[in-house]
């Protein structure tokens, strides 16, 4: 399974980006695509994640209502669509696989992407 991050780069506060995960290698309608981040010194977070099969979606609290997972199942992508961005939502993000445990921590995943910089300015 292979995972390929990209999409960020440099946005002004209040602004959008998207970012994409594009999946390969594997079959996927079981997995839970993860998104992660992680700010300078600090530890990864949890930011949400998808159910590959069904499409249910999951947040973290300080995310919810500007951030929205989705999935492209005929590119195998899945993408992360950040509104009203801050400059606390700087971060490398990374997008991750799993097939079991607990979708909200990153113990539960298996494979990851490279990860991709996302900086918000004031």
């Known amino acids: 399974v292979q995972l390929q991050a990209s999409g960020g780069g440099l946005v002004q506060a209040g602004g959008s980006l998207r970012v994409s995960c594009a999946a390969s290698?594997?079959?996927?309608?079981?997995?839970?695509i993860g998104w992660f981040r992680q700010a300078p010194g600090k530890e990864r977070e949890f930011v949400g994640a998808?159910?590959?099969?069904?499409?249910?979606?999951y947040y973290a609290d300080s995310v919810k209502g500007r951030f929205t997972i989705s999935r492209d199942n005929a590119k195998n992508t899945v993408y992360l669509q950040m509104n009203s961005l801050k400059p606390e939502d700087t971060a490398v993000y990374y997008c991750a696989a799993a097939y079991s445990g607990s979708i909200f921590s990153d113990a539960g995943y298996n494979y990851w992407g490279q990860g991709t910089l996302v900086t918000v300015s004031s």
């Open positions: 290698g594997g079959t996927f309608s079981n997995s839970r």
């Open positions: 998808i159910r590959w099969n069904g499409g249910s979606t």
